[in-house]
């Protein structure tokens, strides 16, 4: 057992909601519940049948505060590892913070943030790997994140790690015997069996390494800039993209970059629109988002949508834009298309390749549903493989991952140049040691603390 304090908060979102939940865990986890819920059918959670709700009400010196369900779950099968209690009352936030006061009172302590998600990786409920993933599914923003997400908690990560650790345990063994018996021949035989086992693990680093891009995505969204002449419909197209998407997920505070953005949900994988800001000043066309911070916006995006005027014909500038889009995730938007058409889609096609071109009027609504199709199947793969691979979707694991590879790369140099077998066991090690960090195995309590202080408190 980790802690001998028990601990409580109100885990359900501040606000107003059907119901509001209150959880305990600790070693006096049914002391502090007997202490406030009084259970109709039972006098104490000591008698309780676990696992099972039972209805009654919370009471403050003799007040009822309100009515609700309370259950059991013992130690060590729940999710803490702990005794746990979760009593359920309506969501009121005066209700809850009543209920959680009484918790105080009774010897509980406030939860900090994610501890009850520590509590369970201290008890060996999760690795630190599926604690993140708990996070993650927190704050999914899309069905792509949110089962890769899944198949983390699930260990999908944690078997990978294992595998890759148990075959550096084999290779470290193996020139452990070198070591210790240097004759000639078995060095031979051993060397060539260290190459194939590095290689693999290598090969298999790598590969996850490569995908980790598409992780980045999967969890984050496609970053998406609109861009195109002045007047060409960009804010229109933004508004009606707006408009159009029922379920928007408006001023989200980037997690991993401190500033607003807007993001729109088609398919699975969520396009996270780029410096919309600029897009938004429509009283100043001017000062509109200048050329260069376009430029910049195309390099760091994953997905373009570039915009052309329909009406007229092609210009210079967007010749230039639509030559840039060849070979890039990109998409061009033909708007006015309720004007005659002047723009050349021959020679759009001649200058972009393969990239789709879709015909809408911003201003009217029109093409929209092409546009939204056309959209989702840029991004289905993503959905699709995020329910099937392995992705790296978590910084921390990327770069564990990738000092993992180099000390595999280094050790392969020495192998080469027929180093002694403890060079290369030294990088082994390393790289060894750095996997064990992705499920917290070899880690230490500093980034521990920092990985559970980005939870929200009562997880
Ligand atoms: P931006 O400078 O690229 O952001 O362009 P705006 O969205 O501000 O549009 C420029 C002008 O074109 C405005 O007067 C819009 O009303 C007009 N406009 C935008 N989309 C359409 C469209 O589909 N059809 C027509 N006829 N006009 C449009």
């Known amino acids: 057992m980790y802690e001998e304090t028990t601990i ?47 209805f009654g009400h919370v009471e403050k010196d003799g007040r009822k505060v309100d009515e609700g369900l309370a259950v059991y779950m013992k130690a060590p099968h729940s999710y803490t590892g702990e005794d746990v209690i979760e009593i359920q009352i309506h969501g009121s936030m005066e209700a809850l913070r009543e209920t959680l006061e009484l918790t105080l009172e009774s010897g509980a302590v406030p939860a900090s943030r994610g501890e009850f998600t520590k509590r369970a990786f201290l008890n060996g409920r999760l690795d630190l790997s599926q604690a993140e993933a708990v996070m993650d599914i927190i704050e999914a923003k899309g069905s792509a994140a949110l089962s890769q997400a899944e198949s983390h908690l699930s260990g999908a990560l944690s078997r990978f790690v294992k595998e890759g650790r148990d075959e550096l345990t084999d290779l470290i063994t193996k020139l452990e015997v070198t070591i210790d018996y240097p004759e000639e021949d078995l060095e031979d035989l051993t060397n060539e069996e260290i190459g194939r086992g590095l290689s693999d693990i290598e090969k298999s680093l790598s590969a996850l390494l490569k995908r980790s891009e598409e992780g980045r995505i999967i969890k984050d969204g496609l970053r998406t800039a609109i861009v195109g002449r002045p007047n060409a419909g960009k804010s ?177 140099e020495s192998l080469r140049n027929s180093m002694p077998a403890d060079c290369i066991t030294v990088d082994l090690v390393e790289a060894w040691n750095r996997m064990g960090e992705i499920t917290g195995e070899t880690v230490d309590n500093e980034l521990i603390n920092q990985i559970f202080e980005r939870f929200c408190v009562g997880k």
């Open 236 to 412: 229109s197209l933004l508004n009606a993209l707006l408009q159009e998407d029922r379920a928007i997920v408006t001023d989200i505070p980037g997690t991993t970059r401190d500033t607003i953005e807007e993001s729109i949900k088609i398919g699975g994988v969520p396009l996270v629109l780029m410096d919309t800001a600029g897009l938004r000043e429509t009283d100043n066309k001017v000062e509109r988002i200048g050329i260069e911070r376009a430029k910049k916006s195309m390099e760091q995006a994953d997905l373009i949508l570039a915009v052309i005027d329909g009406s007229c014909p092609l210009e210079k500038e967007d010749r230039e834009l639509l030559s840039s889009l060849k070979g890039r995730k990109a998409m061009v938007i033909l708007n006015k298309y309720d004007l005659p058409q002047e723009a050349d889609e021959e020679e759009i096609r001649n200058l972009t390749g393969s990239v789709p071109i879709v015909s809408i009027s911003a201003r009217y609504g029109s093409g929209m549903d092409e546009l939204e199709e056309a959209l989702r199947r840029l991004t289905e793969h993503q959905d699709r493989d995020a329910g099937r691979e392995l992705f790296l979707t978590n910084l921390r694991h990327v770069d564990l991952v990738k000092k993992a590879l180099e000390a595999v790369h280094r050790a392969q």
């Open 8 to 54: 409580a908060a109100i885990a359900t979102p501040p606000g107003e909601g059907g119901i509001g939940i209150i959880r305990i865990s600790g070693m006096n986890a049914v002391d502090v519940a007997d202490a406030l819920f009084h259970a109709k059918k039972i006098h104490s959670f000591h008698e309780a049948e676990p696992y099972r709700m039972y």
